[in-house]
């Protein structure tokens, strides 16, 4: 089992930027992909980013690419992502999720393990 507590969001206008913090415990972390998802009011949980376990392979969604970035660090089992330029529309609950594999993919179904997730919004 893996626990995962996400931190860090919170109420930002539009162009501004967070850092959201993942941290996880429970079984070893540093051989779990990670990964950021999203969901807004109304709508489906969206992938948004994600990390291999040795954060040296990233993935992102086309619509944050060049915006955010996420990375991990191992020895403290956390991982983060960075939002800049934030947009209105990146207004949702961020969610962190990993998965018993090495490798990162971008399906919700494929991440067995969730925090609880951390509100962000963007303000116009």
């Known amino acids: 089992q893996v626990q995962l507590v996400e931190s860090g969001g919170g109420l930002v206008q539009a162009g501004g930027s967070l850092r959201l913090s993942c941290a996880a415990s429970?079984?070893?972390?540093?051989?779990?992909?990670m990964g950021w998802f999203r969901q807004a009011p109304g709508k489906e949980r969206e992938f948004v980013a994600a990390?291999?376990?040795?954060?040296?392979?990233?993935y992102y969604a086309d619509s944050v690419k060049g915006r955010f970035t996420i990375s991990r660090d191992n020895a403290k089992n956390t991982v983060y992502l960075q939002m800049n330029s934030l947009k209105p529309e990146d207004t949702a609950v961020y969610y962190c999720a990993a998965r018993n594999s090495i490798l990162i993919v971008s399906t919700v179904s494929q991440y067995p393990y969730w925090g609880q997730g951390t509100q962000v919004t963007v303000s116009s």
């Open positions: 429970g079984r070893t972390f540093s051989r779990n992909a």
């Open positions: 990390i291999a376990w040795s954060g040296g392979s990233t």
